[in-house]
Each structure stands twice: as structure tokens, then as C-alpha cells.
């Protein structure tokens, strides 16, 4: 059974810090896609950033140069490493992998990242 878990999340002043972790188990991380969406009070989901099975990573402009995201092949993670965070940024942040072969589609339950002004 395939399972993703976010944590991470918390209470941030703007401009802080945060790392997400996305730990995944019943599937190997390095063979899926994985994207970060977040999801603000009353909002659609978003696409936040991406890497791939081949390591190609892809960023949302409303994050892009403040975002990282990386791959820990060997803890079968995802992390999401977010700098200069601002009120904008606060949602609910969800872990997704797409199995290429299949197109099967994993989502972890989410983690809240709250930016206070």
C-alpha cells in the first residue's frame, strides 16, 4: 500500500523558513514524479513545484528563486525547502506521485504552513 506523508508545516513569520518533507513508503521515490500543490482557504489547489524520475525539477513562478526542491533517495523522500515566505504563501501543502508506467496518482493528507504578516 502506497502511503505519502507530509510534515513540516507550521506557524512562520514572514520572511521565515520552512522545510516540508514528503516520506513515501510502498513506492521508490526515485522512480515516480512528485509534485507539491498547496490549497489556501477557499482557493483551488496549485501547483507549487516538481521533480521528476530523471531529477527535472520545475517551479510555480509565485515561488520560483525562494523555492527548492530535492530528493533524498535513500531516506525515499521529498523535500520542499521555501525561504522568504510570505502571507501569500500559507495553504495546505500536499505531497503527490505519479507513477509514469501506470499514471497512477498518489496524495498524502497535507501539512499546514501558516505565514503571519
Known amino acids: 500500500q502506497v502511503q505519502l506523508v507530509e510534515s513540516g508545516g507550521g506557524l512562520v513569520q514572514s520572511g521565515g523558513s520552512l522545510r516540508l518533507s514528503c516520506g513515501a513508503s510502498g513506492i521508490t521515490i526515485s522512480k515516480v514524479h512528485v509534485n507539491w500543490f498547496r490549497q489556501a482557504q477557499g482557493d483551488q489547489r496549485e501547483f507549487v513545484a516538481s521533480i521528476t524520475n530523471h531529477a527535472e525539477v520545475n517551479y510555480a513562478v509565485a515561488v520560483r528563486g525562494r523555492t527548492t526542491i530535492s530528493r533524498d533517495n535513500l531516506g525515499n523522500t521529498v523535500d520542499l525547502q521555501m525561504n522568504g515566505l510570505r502571507p501569500e504563501d500559507t495553504g495546505v501543502y500536499y505531497c503527490?506521485?505519479?507513477?509514469?508506467?501506470?499514471?497512477?496518482?498518489?496524495w498524502g493528507q497535507g501539512t499546514q504552513v501558516t505565514v503571519s504578516a
Open positions: 503527490n506521485a505519479v507513477d509514469p508506467p501506470t499514471a497512477r496518482m498518489f
